[in-house]
């Protein structure tokens, strides 16, 4: 079966009476490329251990125990059950759970299943819960990478540079985790049914450590979604608004401190910038 084939899928489908969900965001490929393609720039190999997000009727997952040595893959929809039995038969190096990745102890679980393989993660996140997912598998530090399928407009905000208009907090937040590299595009009519927007699969190369150092975690992410969190303020408002606990003299201080004119604004900072007023605050 060409799980990439749309005459395959619609009678798998039916076989199943399976139908899409919108509130699950559920777009199947039709492009057995993409698949292939996402395989090979991430890396996969048999010295692998991949632990797969959403893996809806398989064709990555297919894709992927033909290359890995090991696949775990997590499915929130009890529905795809029979249907993945079916798509996945035969594939002895794949374990499917169906559960909630966001309810799953993530970094546990990659130590337990990929014990002595290189851990990678993939996933064609569904567009609305991208962040959230995205967030945990970062934050998990389980990974040697993390490659997904997101919405293009979310890809170029997670790879973009400080000072450009769609560099936001949820960028600082990948960079300090990763290094974000964008690998291609995938139009609508890969999928079915299609969807308004392009994608991008972009790949996560997780970071030994971060790339500054950071005084403090906790105070560095606040900093961060403070001075985010209205645009057009100066870093010198935005602040004053997130710590109340200082005076705006205080946090004009800090940020000369810092080495910044107190109306800078907070999206033209990178991470050695966000840690340098990080650091000052921690002196007041």
């Not at 395989?39 to 997952?61: F, K, M, S, Y």
């Not at 040595?69 to 794949?94: C, F, H, I, W, Y």
């Not at 910044?260 to 007041?284: H, M, N, Q």
Request: charged fraction near 20%.
């Amino acid at each position: 079966m060409d799980l990439c084939n749309i005459s395959d899928i619609k009678a798998l489908l039916t076989r199943h009476g399976f139908h899409f969900s919108k509130a699950k965001g559920q777009n199947f490929l039709t492009q057995s490329w993409v698949p292939r393609e996402i395989v090979l720039d991430a890396g996969i190999d048999d010295t692998c251990g991949v632990l797969e997000v959403g893996p809806g009727i398989g064709p990555l997952t297919q894709q992927l125990c033909k290359n890995a040595k090991k696949v775990v893959a997590v499915e929130v929809d009890r529905s795809l059950q029979p249907v993945l039995a079916e798509t996945m038969a035969g594939n002895e190096n794949l374990e499917i759970i169906f559960g909630d990745i966001l309810k799953t102890d993530i970094k546990t679980l990659v130590q337990e299943e990929f014990q002595s393989l290189r851990p990678m993660a993939c996933a064609n996140l569904p567009y609305y819960i991208t962040t959230p997912v995205l967030a945990a598998l970062l934050e998990s530090r389980a990974f040697e990478a993390v490659t997904v399928m997101v919405q293009k407009e979310v890809a170029q905000r997670i790879c973009a540079p400080a000072g450009k208009g769609d560099y936001g907090a949820f960028s600082v937040f990948c960079q300090y985790y990763a290094e974000p590299e964008l690998l291609f595009d995938v139009p609508p009519s890969c999928f079915i049914p299609q969807p308004k927007v392009t994608s991008s699969v972009l790949k996560l190369t997780m970071r030994a450590a971060p790339p500054c150092e950071i005084p403090d975690e906790k105070l560095f992410f606040r900093v961060v979604k403070a001075s985010f969190a209205q645009r057009r303020k100066t870093l010198l408002n935005a602040l004053s608004s997130g710590f109340g606990e200082y005076s705006k003299p205080q946090i004009a201080a800090a940020i000369e401190d810092a080495g910044f004119s107190p109306t800078v604004r907070g999206e033209t900072l990178d991470i050695p910038g966000f840690a340098a007023v990080c650091a000052a605050l921690l002196k007041l």
